[in-house]
């Protein structure tokens, strides 16, 4: 027999050599699966090998060949080799502040460098850039993420803001052990913003839901007093509800090569004061030092009458009805006009009264306040029931709607509203007599007795008085609307005082009388000192 040895792995020795033909029989030892051999095909046809990078990373090439095989075709194999965990986080750039123009994107990125321990070039670790002072942007947003590409580097590109300065970090999102890098963004002197000045379109005035005549328009200026061009101006809508550029109520506008900026403003529907503000502008204002911008919205054409108040009252004939009668003039946005002339009048047939505590006067012109309003006072007359009082636009042209209004009003029969004395005001008498009787009269508005049945309190308010038992008495009227009291002196002498009010009516004034108690005949002589 012969036997050839086809192979075996790199640095091995061949020990021993064991021939047998028991065909059952499995060596000890050695394990029971034989290893497949490297270079050597299996039975299956097929070689493999493993293959052990050594410090160098990148492309790696493998040719697989067999020269025993007639026609075989050469199969090359490509594989990366990847660099190991990053030991060393550095600055890629010679310098790590850059300098540009404020409000621009810098000539250069940041740039930092990773690579292992065998330098090798990190490739695809994940940088985070993060601002960490000042007003710039970083290009992929705040914190931007960055990856290094095949040199190890990772980027990020700044755009200045307005402040003199832009301080960015830096750091390996999964290495925070190897710490962190700073770059500055730097503004060339000359190149900031200074101030900013109003140029137009402040204090206009126009009608309700148009568009002012003139834009909106700033300038913003640097050191030099040179316009500084592509500053951001955002305008802000304060007061009032109007729109910017027709539908915004905050619109941002960057300042063109003349540093100028601007917005045009439609004012809403609210008439008065409407304002528009500069608002996140760390500028100099020139001339404006609250950065407002001020207009005033008037009013549209009169539309409408209004009541506001007054309207469905009752009171007694002759009395001041407790509310005005109120209405109010408006456009079609619900604004008041000013100025509108409105005449109230008492509807013939329906009422005898008159306005503003004028006697006779049934009849007058108001004009509307600042805000819309009209408005009168009406005093009841005899007639009772429904009385009818209307206000009516005198202006030309007539109002679209409702140019005129009804105020419903309900007379009841007159109420009492003054007390008058029947009797002495002033009685003398001893102490504990009892006085003629106190008398009052109650009239109504119009002078006239009121009716029997009105409850009259006497009440005694000063001394020791009484009315029969009582410090007070209530007697009704009689059909001359008078009522009597009566009051008995207390046993102290001097000056005694009696009230006398409509319990049912607290708008009536009192009256009060006066008695004055003396002392009674002399019963006894009482020594004041020793003789």
Excluded: C
């Excluded at 590409?149 to 960015?168: F, H, M, N, Q, Y």
């Excluded at 802000?236 to 109520?249: E, H, V, Y």
């Excluded at 079609?332 to 306005?355: H, L, P, R, S």
């Excluded at 008398?439 to 006239?448: A, E, H, M, Q, T």
């Amino acid at each position: 027999h012969t036997f050839y040895l086809k192979g075996r792995d790199a640095n091995t020795k061949i020990d021993r050599i064991l021939l047998t033909s028991n065909y059952s029989y499995s060596p000890t030892g050695t394990g029971g699966t034989p290893e497949r051999l490297p270079n050597i095909t299996d039975s299956k046809g097929i070689a493999s090998t493993e293959v052990t990078f050594d410090w160098q990373a990148g492309a790696v090439q493998i040719r697989a060949y067999a020269e025993t095989v007639p026609h075989s075709n050469d199969t090359t194999f490509s594989i990366n080799a990847n660099a190991g965990s990053p030991t060393l986080f550095e600055y890629a750039m010679d310098s790590s502040i850059v300098r540009g123009q404020a409000g621009q994107w810098l000539s250069d990125t940041f740039k930092v460098y990773l690579e292992d321990q065998y330098s090798n070039p990190r490739t695809g670790e994940l940088v985070l850039f993060e601002i960490t002072s000042g007003d710039g942007q970083l290009s992929g947003g705040d914190p931007m993420k960055a990856f290094t590409d095949d040199s190890g580097i990772a980027r990020a590109l700044l755009k200045l803001g307005w402040e003199p300065e832009t301080r960015v970090k830096a750091y390996a999102n999964d290495f925070p052990e190897l710490g962190e890098l700073y770059f500055s963004g730097v503004a060339d002197e000359g190149s900031l913003a200074k101030s900013v000045t109003f140029v137009d379109g402040d204090e206009q005035e126009a009608l309700v839901t148009q568009t002012l005549p003139t834009p909106l328009k700033v300038q913003v200026l640097n050191d030099e007093q040179e316009p500084v061009e592509k500053y951001a101006i955002q305008f802000d809508i304060i007061q009032g509800n109007g729109k910017l550029n027709g539908q915004f109520t905050s619109v941002i506008d960057s300042t063109d090569a003349d540093g100028y900026a601007s917005v045009n403003w439609t004012l809403g529907q609210s008439a008065g004061i409407h304002k528009v503000k500069l608002v996140n502008i760390p500028l100099t204002p020139i001339n404006n030092d609250s950065l407002i911008f001020v207009a005033t919205a008037r009013p549209d054409a009169p539309d409408e009458m209004d009541i506001i108040s007054g309207n469905e009252q009752s009171q007694g004939a002759g009395k001041m009805f407790t509310e005005p009668l109120r209405i109010r003039i408006v456009d079609q946005y619900n604004n008041g006009i000013a100025n509108f002339g409105v005449e109230f009048t008492v509807v013939a047939g329906n009422g005898d009264g008159y306005f503003e505590d004028v006697p006779g006067q049934m009849a007058l012109t108001v004009n509307t306040d600042a805000q819309g309003y009209a408005q009168v006072r009406y005093t009841a007359g005899r007639q009772t029931g429904q009385n009818q009082i209307k206000a009516e636009g005198i202006e030309s042209p007539e109002l679209p709607v409702k140019n005129y209004r009804i105020f419903y009003l309900t007379v009841d029969a007159a109420k009492p509203q003054t007390l008058v004395k029947q009797s002495d005001d002033v009685q003398l008498m001893q102490v504990t007599s009892t006085l003629a009787p106190f008398s009052v009269k109650v009239l109504d508005p119009f002078g006239d007795p009121a009716p029997a049945g009105v409850r009259v309190r006497f009440q005694v308010i000063k001394g020791t008085s009484t009315f029969g038992t009582s410090s007070f008495v209530e007697p009704e009227t009689n059909d001359s609307g008078i009522a009597s009291a009566a009051m008995l002196l207390g046993f102290r002498t001097g000056e005694q005082e009696a009230q006398v009010t409509l319990p049912d009516y607290s708008d009536v004034e009192p009256v009060v009388f006066t008695a004055i108690a003396e002392p009674g005949a002399a019963e006894k002589i009482q020594s004041l000192s020793a003789t």
